[in-house]
Each structure stands twice: as structure tokens, then as C-alpha cells.
């Protein structure tokens, strides 16, 4: 029975694949498998509209990896993964454990994926990781008024000493100066309050 491989971009979590597995019913498509970053469908690719799906994955926020190497796929399932994590169980994220979990979820060995990752993207998985984390912290601090270190316990940080030392380390500032450096933007960004109108002459106190 001749089947298709594909690789989707942005699935991190069930629904999406309940999602992914309804379009592809839609366009009369036959999903065999479908799971996080990873598609196999009943036929040869030759029967598949290749533009037709790609477009309509785009319009449900995925995005079609048909041209990826065996590599570029890997890493794009690794990214997968740490995006899930991070949005579901950011302590997974700790050193430590997300080589386990990471290793676990994707049957490879975490040395292997570090250094395919760190050949593919030109740094390393740890980088990558801090970098997800520290930005996440940077858009709860721009846009929410939750305490830091309720944040960085939201991301799964041990402690806030923890989250501070890589934030600083990533931005050059500490979240708490950048908090307040945001609230700063937003003060002088916000119009003015329009001036009291002047009593007429009539109206004005004798």
C-alpha cells in the first residue's frame, strides 16, 4: 500500500490534529497517521493537489514542510516540541528534565538532536530554549501586570534569580527594569487628556 509523507509547521498540540485530520477529510484526502509535525496519507504524492493543501493549511495557521530536508524536518519537530512544552508544562523545561522529555517524545538520542539542531540553526538547543523562554517573559511583562516573579514561575523557573540571570543575560536589562521601561512607552504614547473648555462669558461666576 503506497503511501505520502508530509510535515506540518505551528501543530503543537491535539486539536490541532483533530483539525488537520478534518481539512485533509475535506479535501479528500485519506490521513492514514496524523500527529504533532507529521502527516501519512493513503497514495502515491503524485494524487496529491499539492497547492490546493498548502493553501489550506495556511489558512488554519499551519504551514506545509514538503521541501525540508531530513534534518530541517527534525528540527522543525524539535521546535514543535519545545513550543508545546513551554505553553503546557514550562517546568519540562529545566535542565534536566527537558533532555529526558525531549529524547522521550521524538526516539532519538538528545545528543544526536543537539547536534543536528545546533548544525541546522547555528545555535545551540539550550540557546534556542532560553531564548523561547526569555521572550515568552518579555511579552507577559509588556503586556500584563502580573508580578515577575509570578511570571517566572508561569514559565516554569525554579526561581526569579533565575529567570533574571538569563533575561539580563538575552535583553541587557533585568525584567524589572523592562517592565518599567514599557510602562514608561505606554505613558508617553498615550494622548493627551483634551483640556477643560473655558466657561462662556455668560456661564462664568459673578
Not at 526561581?159 to 517592565?179: A, K, M, V
Amino acid at each position: 500500500m503506497a503511501s505520502t509523507l508530509l510535515y506540518i509547521r505551528h501543530m503543537v498540540c491535539a486539536k490541532c490534529i483533530l483539525v488537520v485530520r478534518e481539512l485533509l477529510v475535506d479535501l479528500g484526502l485519506v490521513p492514514l497517521r496524523v500527529e504533532l509535525g507529521e502527516v501519512e496519507l493513503l497514495g502515491e504524492a503524485t494524487a496529491v493537489e499539492w497547492d490546493r493543501l498548502r493553501q489550506a493549511l495556511e489558512a488554519e495557521g499551519f504551514a506545509l514542510l514538503d521541501q525540508l530536508s531530513p534534518q530541517q524536518r527534525l528540527v522543525a519537530h524539535v521546535k514543535e516540541v519545545i513550543a508545546e512544552l513551554l505553553r503546557d508544562e514550562p517546568a519540562a523545561l529545566r535542565s534536566g528534565h527537558f533532555s529526558r522529555r525531549l529524547s522521550a517524545r521524538l526516539d532519538r538520542r538528545f545528543a544526536y538532536l543537539s547536534d543536528v539542531f545546533s548544525a541546522t540553526e547555528g545555535l545551540s538547543l539550550e540557546q534556542y530554549v532560553i531564548r523561547q523562554r526569555v521572550e515568552a517573559a518579555r511579552l507577559l511583562l509588556r503586556d500584563g501586570t502580573l508580578p515577575v516573579g509570578r511570571v517566572a514561575r508561569l514559565l516554569g523557573y525554579s526561581n526569579l534569580g533565575h529567570l533574571s540571570r538569563q533575561f539580563q543575560r538575552e535583553t541587557g536589562i533585568s525584567p524589572r527594569d523592562y517592565r518599567r521601561r514599557c510602562r514608561e512607552e505606554t505613558d508617553l504614547s498615550a494622548p493627551p487628556l483634551p483640556a477643560s473648555p473655558l466657561p462662556r462669558r455668560d456661564e462664568r461666576p459673578l
